[in-house]
């Protein structure tokens, strides 16, 4: 069975920065997937925020291009989104899944960003 737990949220003021952290599990060959950061944020559907592809590439939402980074530890089988100059927009709940994603997700992580 797939499990991903998220971590590293938090209240954080506009122009703040947030790691998250995403621990997968039950996956059994991590590096072929790619994984990707998605976010739900109040009264809105899901999205996918940002990408890391298993050849190594990434890509972006535009709306968080340039202020968020992805990266992953295939050994660790975790993945990371280093959230930079953070807007009150970004505030939503934040979840780690393959892309596409499986059918199993993690609780996620609140990012609450307000002064």
Not at 72 to 79: L, W
Request: hydrophobic share 35%; net charge positive.
């Amino acid at each position: 069975q797939v499990q991903l737990v998220e971590s590293g949220g938090g209240l954080v003021q506009p122009g703040g920065s947030l790691r998250l952290s995403c621990a997968a599990s039950g996956i059994i060959i991590f590096s072929i997937h790619a994984m990707g950061w998605y976010r739900q944020a109040p009264g809105k559907q899901r999205e996918l925020v940002a990408v890391f592809t298993s050849g190594g590439r990434t890509n972006y939402a535009d709306s968080v291009k340039g202020r968020f980074t992805i990266s992953r530890d295939n050994a660790k089988k975790t993945v990371y989104l280093q959230m930079n100059s953070l807007k009150p927009e970004d505030t939503a709940v934040y979840y780690c899944n393959t892309d596409p994603p499986l059918d199993d997700w993690g609780k996620g992580t609140l990012v609450t960003v307000s002064s």
